[in-house]
């Protein structure tokens, strides 16, 4: 089955500072990547994703970007705001007989420091 | 829309008791998912439907079981509780979409129900 892994599991920047967020997945098969942010006892909510028919995409200081290669997906956060602290997960989409599943990465806890 | 819902959001159970959390979502989707996440680990799936009397097993389901009578609907039952259940519990709803053939899903989670077993 798939596997994610998720590098780092913490990660301490400065504000203004760029934060990389990286995912490796097992699975060839695996065709959508999502990245969600968690925040302090809230749900998990959708930042931006990615299909495997394009190589980056770019939502104002966030972009994800993908090499079915090498199957790693990154997460970038230009000019980092407090408010970007969270918790990250990656996740792949395994196609299996009956629908989609998700698999996620354990999540990095990214602290933006003022 | 109140999209995805859950209940209880907090609940105790001691070892042995047995409960429902409960999961709706008014948004039509066909897909509805059963998450736990506990600390280091993510989230991990334990069962999943892709629609009305269809569901199967993630990664995790053991101790618990689901049905799917309706669309809205995808209760978690936990049959009898253990210390190793205490965890939060996130629900999930999606559509599926084909864009230029890549087919996706977006999924929206819930609140969460934050379970202890004692």
């Known amino acids: 089955g798939e596997n994610v892994e998720q590098h780092p599991s913490t990660l301490s920047v400065q504000e203004g500072d760029s934060a990389v967020i990286k995912c490796t997945y097992s699975?060839?098969?695996?065709?959508?990547f999502p990245w969600y942010k968690q925040e302090l006892g809230k749900r998990p909510q959708l930042i931006i994703d990615i299909r495997s028919n394009v190589g980056e995409k770019k939502d104002q200081r966030i972009a994800v970007t993908l090499n079915k290669t090498a199957k790693h997906f990154s997460l970038h956060i230009t000019e980092t705001q407090p408010e970007d602290s969270a918790v990250y997960f990656c996740?792949?989409?395994?196609?299996?007989?009956?629908?989609?599943?998700?698999?996620f990465g354990p999540g990095t806890r990214l602290s933006v420091l003022p | 829309n109140a999209g995805v819902t859950q209940t209880p959001k907090f609940q105790v159970l001691k070892t042995g008791q047995s409960m429902t959390l409960q999961c709706a979502q008014d948004?039509?989707?066909?897909?509805m998912s059963w998450y736990r996440q506990d600390p280091g680990m993510g989230l991990r799936l334990i069962h999943y439907s892709v629609g009305a009397g269809i569901t199967d097993q993630g990664e995790v389901p053991n101790g618990y079981n689901v049905s799917r009578s309706t669309t809205e609907d995808f209760p978690l039952r936990l049959l009898s509780a253990a210390p190793s259940q205490t965890s939060v519990y996130f629900c999930?709803?999606?559509?599926?979409?084909?864009?230029?053939?890549?087919?996706?899903?977006?999924?929206?989670f819930g609140p969460g129900t934050r379970l202890t077993v004692l």
């Open positions: 996740a792949a989409i395994l196609r299996d007989n009956y629908g989609q599943n998700f698999v």
């Open positions: 999930a709803s999606s559509y599926s979409s084909t864009l230029a053939g890549v087919g996706y899903n977006e999924q929206f």
């Open positions: 699975d060839s098969a695996s065709n959508y």
């Open positions: 948004m039509n989707h066909e897909y």
